[in-house]
C-alpha cells in the first residue's frame, strides 16, 4: 500500500508488492489488508517492532489463512500496523504511529489489530484479517463502528502467523457491513461443528452490563431492543459467578507467561527499546511465577466447564463488548492502562473459555460508535455471524 493511499495511516510502509489471487470465487471482487503478524510472500513481517522487522527478511510462504482468502478471489492492497509484538491494546505504536479511528478520528482505533480496524473503517479496503489473543479484534470493532469476530479458539489457521500467548490466540477478521461479515465468514470459518438452531436459547449477561457505568447501560438499550427483536426475550444470568478479578488475574497470568516464553528470549538478548505499556506488560510478564500460573491454570479449567455448559445446548450470550467507546488520543498512557484493566474483566469471558464472540456495530454515546456482543458455543461461529447480520439489519 503506497502511503499517498493510506490517509488513515492504517498501513505498514512498505514498498508495494503484486501478491496473486485468484480471478474468481467467492471474494472475487473484494479487497483485504492483513495484520503485520501474518507472513506474505515478498513482505517481510514486522509484528509492530523494528527490531523483529530488522530480522525479519522477505517472507517467501504466505500464511495459510491469508492464502485461503486470495484463493477465494479477494485482493490483497497491503499489511497493516499492529501495536508492538501485539501486547497492547490502544492501538498506539511507539514507533509506527497510531491508525486513525474511522469511526471516530479523536480517539484510539484500538489494539492490538489497530490497523486492519482503521483501514476498514476508513473504507481503505473491504474486510481485513485481525488477531484477538486478549480483544485485540473486539476492541477495535467497538471502538471503529465495525463488525468484528473472535472465533472459537483453533477454528481458523495461526501458521505462520507471529503468536503472543498461543492458548489465546485466535483469527478473527472485521467489515463494515453484515452481508460481507457473512460472506467473508462462509470461506474463512467455513461450516459450523455446531450450528445453532433458528431458536435458541438465549441469555443476558447481567453481571457483565453492572459493570457498566450509567450512561454506556442507557446508550446500549436501543442495541438490546434490537437484539431480541431478533432473538427474543433473554434470561438474565450471571456468568462469573467466580467474580471477574479473579479471572481477570488469571487471564493476565496465563497470558503474560505464554509471551514471556514467545518473545522474552529475543527481548534478553537485544534489548530493544519497547513502547510505554508494552515494556511494562513484558516486565510484568518476566516476573510470572509457576505459582501463578498453575493457580490460573485451575481457574481457567473450572470456568472452561462451567461456562461451556452454560451454552452448550443451543444458545447465545449476550453481553457489552467493550466498557465504553474509545477514549480520547490525547488521554494519558495511565487512563488508557486503567480502561484497558477494566475492559479485561468482559474480553476475559471468551478468552478463558475458548468460545466464539461476535461484536455488532449497534449503538453509540457522544457521537463514537458503541459495541454490543453475543456468544455462542464452541463452532457456532458462522451461526454467530448470520445472527449479527440479522440484529443490524432488523
Known amino acids: 500500500m503506497l502511503l499517498d493511499h493510506d490517509p488513515a495511516r492504517a498501513f505498514m510502509p512498505y514498498p508495494a508488492v503484486s501478491v496473486p489471487h485468484a480471478e474468481g470465487g467467492p471474494l472475487a471482487g473484494l479487497t483485504f489488508a492483513a495484520k503485520d503478524l501474518f507472513d506474505v510472500a515478498g513482505y517481510p513481517t514486522s509484528a509492530g517492532s523494528p527490531h523483529m522487522l530488522a530480522m525479519s527478511g522477505i517472507k517467501t510462504r504466505t500464511a495459510p489463512t491469508v492464502q485461503k482468502l486470495l484463493d477465494a478471489g479477494a485482493r490483497l492492497v497491503g499489511k497493516t500496523i499492529t501495536d508492538e509484538l501485539a501486547f497492547s491494546m490502544s492501538g498506539k505504536n511507539a514507533h509506527f504511529g497510531t491508525p486513525v479511528n474511522g469511526g ?3 480517539r484510539i482505533p484500538g489494539g492490538s489489530s489497530s490497523g486492519s480496524a482503521a483501514a476498514v473503517s476508513n473504507g481503505l479496503c ?3 484479517l485481525g488477531t484477538d489473543t486478549g480483544g485485540s479484534v473486539r476492541a477495535p470493532a467497538n471502538h471503529c463502528g465495525l463488525f468484528g469476530i473472535r472465533p472459537t479458539h483453533g477454528r481458523v489457521s495461526l501458521e505462520l502467523c507471529h503468536d503472543l500467548a498461543p492458548s489465546f490466540d485466535t483469527c478473527g477478521y472485521f467489515t463494515r457491513d453484515g452481508a460481507t461479515f457473512v460472506r467473508v465468514g462462509e470461506v474463512l470459518l467455513g461450516t459450523d461443528g455446531a450450528p445453532l438452531t433458528q431458536s435458541p436459547k438465549i441469555y443476558l449477561a447481567r453481571d457483565a452490563f453492572a459493570l457498566l457505568d450509567a450512561p454506556v447501560r442507557e446508550a446500549l438499550k436501543p442495541a438490546l431492543r ?3 427483536a431478533v432473538l427474543g426475550a ?3 444470568v450471571d456468568v462469573a459467578r467466580e467474580g471477574f478479578t479473579g479471572l481477570y488475574w488469571a487471564m493476565r497470568y496465563i497470558q503474560s507467561r505464554e509471551a514471556w516464553t514467545i518473545d522474552g528470549a529475543m527481548i534478553e538478548r537485544y534489548r530493544p527499546p519497547l513502547g510505554p505499556g508494552v515494556a511494562d506488560r513484558f516486565e ?3 516476573a510470572v511465577t509457576d505459582a501463578q500460573v498453575a ?3 485451575i481457574v481457567r479449567s473450572a470456568f472452561q466447564l462451567r461456562f461451556a455448559d452454560l451454552l452448550r445446548q443451543d444458545a447465545v450470550l449476550i453481553l457489552p463488548t ?11 498512557d495511565e487512563a488508557l492502562n486503567d480502561y484497558r484493566n477494566n475492559a479485561l474483566n468482559l474480553l476475559c469471558l471468551s478468552v478463558l473459555s475458548g468460545l466464539p464472540q461476535v461484536s455488532i456495530p449497534l449503538a453509540s454515546r457522544n457521537g463514537a460508535p458503541l459495541g454490543l456482543s453475543i456468544m455462542g458455543p464452541a463452532g457456532s461461529d458462522l451461526s454467530l455471524v448470520s445472527l449479527a447480520e440479522r440484529i443490524a439489519a432488523a
Do not use: G, H, T, Y
Open 284 to 286: 510484568f510478564s518476566q
Open 226 to 228: 434490537k437484539a431480541q
Open 295 to 297: 493457580e490460573s491454570m
Open 104 to 106: 471516530a478520528p479523536d
Open 234 to 236: 433473554p434470561e438474565e
Open 126 to 128: 473491504d474486510f481485513a
Open 322 to 332: 467493550m466498557p465504553d467507546i474509545a477514549p480520547l488520543v490525547s488521554e494519558s
